[in-house]
């Protein structure tokens, strides 16, 4: 008879660290899992497609934004400008084209790169000169060299005409006697003069433009009156041996010729030059063009902008004046009783300034 075979007692599984270590696979950790073998294969095929994508297509796609529109023309010719692919552009890039020397004799040295103020990249309407008046105040306001100037602001800013300022040009002009309270005439001219009777929107006042209408007589040299009434005046823009030679030839053939040149001569350089130079004639030659503009060179101001507004409203001080000496350029405060409410504007140096002068650029 055969056996009676009894099940197998359950025992417990000992779940000691040798049982536990047996049962695991070790190797586990260095076979990588199914999805995270599928995520990162499509993340570096997002990015691949992307890049073909974009070379294929357009630079554009992978630009930081339009360019200005003053580059237009180079747009699709990266190299222009990067000559350092995934660098700044260089200053010697900029130089290419540009060439307009130092903004200032006492600049710090050396001067920051042309890419720190002129931002390209901001679309077609952004304009270069404009640029962020921080960049400005880094200099002026910590160096000693430089005027201090941060905001368009009292205190802030520079004045414009201050006491110490003088004209020490050689020329005689007294604006109350052009400009009485009372209505007069001298010499057939009917006083008060208007400002734009002499004064031109942004052009030079000149003698022979503005001032011969009323003062020719100041050219006069015939004290004798021999030469007629058609007498031609003195020449005007030469210097005294060239008029003295006028007045030779005037006068050659003439009887007394020799005391006639000497009566003209003093009567045209002491009587009639003196009327509106200090000192008698000029030894050197005028500007034929006008008077060179020697107040805030570094500054842009258009008076074809302020056409609404009435010559006396910033130039108060003109109607008043006897000296000639006196600069008659408003002060700041007149600016900001129009300007003052923008802030934009006071923020913004670029309105008033340019860092260079664009007529300095040199041809390339």
């Not at 070790?26 to 995270?36: E, I, Q, T, V």
């Not at 007045?247 to 003093?266: C, K």
């Amino acid at each position: 008879m055969a056996k009676e075979e009894k099940p197998l007692e359950y025992q417990k599984r000992i779940r000691d660290t040798k049982g536990v270590a047996q049962r695991l696979d070790l190797n586990y950790l260095s076979r990588p899992a199914l999805l995270a073998r599928l995520r990162r294969g499509l993340i570096w095929g997002s990015v691949a497609a992307a890049a073909i994508l974009g070379l294929g297509t357009s630079r554009r796609a992978v630009m930081n934004g339009n360019v200005s529109a003053a580059h237009a023309s180079i747009e699709d010719k990266c190299q222009s400008c990067h000559t350092i692919a995934f660098a700044k552009v260089p200053d010697k890039a900029c130089e290419t084209c540009h060439n307009v020397g130092v903004h200032h004799l006492n600049a710090v040295q050396p001067p920051p790169p042309c890419s720190q103020c002129h931002v390209e990249h901001e679309g077609s309407s952004h304009q270069l000169a404009k640029v962020a008046s921080g960049n400005c105040a880094t200099c002026h306001a910590n160096n000693p060299k430089v005027k201090p100037a941060t905001e368009f602001r009292p205190g802030k800013h520079p004045e414009f005409s201050t006491a110490t300022m003088v004209d020490t040009r050689p020329i005689k002009l007294n604006h109350a006697i052009h400009m009485p309270s009372a209505p007069k005439k001298i010499r057939n001219i009917q006083l008060p003069m208007k400002c734009a009777d002499c004064h031109t929107m942004d052009k030079p006042t000149t003698f022979e433009a503005n001032c011969k209408s009323c003062h020719a007589r100041e050219l006069e040299f015939d004290v004798r009156h021999v030469l007629g009434p058609d007498a031609p005046p003195a020449p005007h823009t030469r210097d005294p041996q060239t008029i003295r030679a006028f007045i030779m030839a005037a006068y050659q053939g003439m009887p007394n010729s020799a005391t006639l040149v000497r009566e003209s001569e003093d009567y045209l350089f002491q009587r009639k030059c003196v009327y509106c130079h200090e000192g008698g004639a000029p030894q050197a030659v005028p500007n034929p063009t006008g008077i060179t503009r020697k107040w805030f060179t570094r500054s842009e101001f258009e008076h074809k902008a302020h056409r609404a507004v009435k010559c006396e409203d910033c130039h108060d001080r003109a109607r008043a004046s006897t000296k000639t000496s006196d600069v008659l350029i408003p002060k700041m405060d007149k600016c900001l009783s129009c300007h003052g409410d923008s802030r934009a504007e006071l923020d913004r140096c670029s309105v008033c300034h340019l860092y260079h002068k664009p007529n300095l650029e040199q041809p390339r």
